[in-house]
């Protein structure tokens, strides 16, 4: 992404991007939080909301693994745009299918929207937020990733408001949608022009063959695929603790108390989101490979603590301990993706798709792992990634120095 801009339109630039992410983190967590009463609205089982959660964990994919042909095509502004507009329309879909017509098939559906439209978002305004970061020369991504965490705290809080008010998925959903669209709308004016997106009728640009053949470029790179792993690894870790964690508490470990798993699932979210917060300095101080390479170990320590502690405190600092160790991995494969601006979008959306197809698609299969290894015994296959992620970890190395990374050697 080749882009000038003033210290106000960067200033601007950035909050728009901190709110994009907040925004996304907020929609993801207002389906999350409805899951239950969407399930008993539809009469289905455990297996037909596994069908209907895989169907998501597709699109989004899908989403993901075509954004770099959509930003080729319209840039990262105006997809953006499109891409926020099928998001939202998908959480009303999902209201709509709920408790409207009562149907699966069409909360199905809006969840196909609702994954594909926040799948293509991801990849764009994590382009944005590394274009941002070479401007301002410092580490930041950690910072907006931070900020998608808040926004699933917020959204998660306001799940419980509308729960507790009575509230339908529909009308919850809805108000969301219209809330999350108005406020990207608003956001995305203040994003700067980019290559792609001309402000002349007749200003010069690159044909669109030629742009996409520079988005695609990336799938030969082999440096695109030790990303992967280290994002794979790592998103592996943060998606498999979202669904699984809680329920390793209380069934893994025999806890008869609900509560303290969902408290256990908080510990780690705190924790990551508190070193997503201040990760940037250290990783200015230390570089890239070295601190992946620390929180690597810290993650494999924090999963054998999970796994096998004997006692709640313990299951608890295992918890943070892998909150922790999980939490910059994933943004900072994706700066390390986009070290050259000319093929960041590409190149960020290759490494998303391998981290991605990780976040979705393996904690679905970690279950059916589980039904017949067990919960905990399944976690190794996460330590393990965990591991790999680490030894790859030399592949996020700067391609430019565009700020200290003598540790990096």
């Not at 998908?90 to 709920?98: E, R, S």
């Not at 200015?284 to 690597?296: A, E, I, N, Q, T």
């Not at 999963?303 to 910059?328: D, E, M, Q, Y």
């Not at 197809?357 to 290894?373: D, R, T």
Request: charged content about 10%; aromatic content about 8%.
């Amino acid at each position: 992404m080749n882009v000038t801009v003033t210290h106000s339109q960067l200033v601007r630039w950035r909050t728009a991007i901190f709110a994009i992410f907040l925004l996304s983190g907020l929609g993801v967590a207002s389906w999350a939080a409805r899951v239950p009463a969407i399930k008993d609205a539809l009469d289905i089982n455990r297996e037909g909301l596994g069908l209907l959660l895989l169907l998501g964990g597709i699109a989004s994919i899908l989403g993901i693994s075509t954004s770099s042909v959509i930003m080729a095509r319209f840039g990262t502004r105006r997809g953006m745009l499109g891409t926020l507009t099928v998001f939202c329309a998908g959480l009303a879909l999902i209201g709509i299918g709920t408790d409207i017509v009562h149907q699966p098939w069409l909360v199905g559906l809006g969840l196909a929207f609702w994954g594909f439209g926040g799948g293509s978002t991801d990849v764009m305004m994590n382009v944005e937020a590394t274009a941002i970061e070479q401007q301002m020369g410092r580490t930041i991504l950690p910072l907006f990733h931070a900020f998608f965490s808040f926004g699933t705290v917020i959204g998660a809080g306001l799940g419980i408001v509308a729960i507790t008010l009575g509230l339908t998925p529909f009308d919850h959903l809805l108000i969301v949608a219209i809330g999350v669209l108005v406020l990207c709308f608003v956001a995305i004016a203040n994003i700067p022009v980019t290559e792609g997106e001309e402000v002349e009728p007749d200003a010069p640009k690159a044909p669109f063959r030629e742009r996409l053949h520079v988005a695609l470029s990336a799938w030969r790179e082999p440096r695109t695929y030790a990303i992967g792993v280290i994002m794979l690894g790592m998103a592996f870790a943060e998606g498999s603790a979202n669904d699984w964690l809680a329920l390793g508490i209380v069934e893994g470990h025999g806890v008869d108390n609900a509560a303290l798993g969902a408290a256990g699932l908080t510990v780690f979210s705190v924790s990551m989101t508190v070193v997503r917060v201040f990760g940037g300095p250290l990783v200015d101080r230390f570089g890239r490979v070295f601190v992946l390479r620390v929180l690597s170990a810290t993650a494999v320590a924090g999963l054998l603590l999970f796994i096998l502690g004997p006692t709640v405190p313990l299951l608890f600092v295992g918890a943070a301990l892998w909150g922790i160790g999980a939490s910059l991995g994933f943004p900072l494969g994706m700066s390390a993706a986009a070290d050259d601006p000319a093929k960041a979008a590409g190149r960020v959306a290759a490494a998303a798709t391998m981290g991605y197809v990780a976040f979705l698609a393996g904690p679905p299969l970690l279950g059916y792992v589980s039904e017949h290894i067990g919960l905990l015994n399944t976690l190794y296959i996460i330590v393990a990634l965990i591991v790999a992620s680490g030894f790859a970890s030399g592949a996020a190395k700067p391609l430019a120095p565009t700020y200290d990374t003598a540790k990096d050697a």
